[in-house]
Nanobody, 122 residues
Framework: VQLQASGGGLVQAGGSLRLSCAASGRTFSTFNMGWFRQAPGKEREFVAAISWSGGRIYYADSVKGRFTISRDNAKNTVYLQMNSLKPEDTAVYYC????????????????WGQGTQVTVSS
């Protein structure tokens, strides 16, 4: 599966953005999907994940209550709605796919998109 992330940009603190990750191929509905982020000088960290059916959803504590992950299998797309953004949310955001892992480390996900930059100004 090939992944294409989009929707990043520059936003003021307290604002919102919605990231999208479009997947190629007809097997998207069989993949668990995750969002990760990487700030300069830091390791890539888990943000949110959703199982292939949407029945299991997980969030990092740092984004819980502010971010919402969802998917539309008919459109081969996973979304990350980000509200109440903070300067510490600034990072490159990546979507990832895996057939077996839902909640896991970045190294456990097999397929990756190219990343989209999110910058939150104070």
């Amino acid at each position: 599966v090939q992944l294409q992330a989009s929707g990043g940009g520059l936003v003021q603190a307290g604002g919102s953005l919605r990231l999208s990750c479009a997947a190629s191929g007809r097997t998207f509905s069989t993949f668990n999907m995750g969002w990760f982020r990487q700030a300069p000088g830091k390791e890539r960290e888990f943000v949110a994940a959703i199982s292939w059916s949407g029945g299991r959803i997980y969030y990092a504590d740092s984004v819980k209550g502010r971010f919402t992950i969802s998917r539309d299998n008919a459109k081969n797309t996973v979304y990350l709605q980000m509200n109440s953004l903070k300067p510490e949310d600034t990072a490159v955001y990546y979507c990832a796919a895996d057939r077996t892992v839902v909640l896991g480390e970045a190294t456990q996900y097999e397929y990756w998109g190219q990343g989209t930059q999110v910058t939150v100004s104070s």
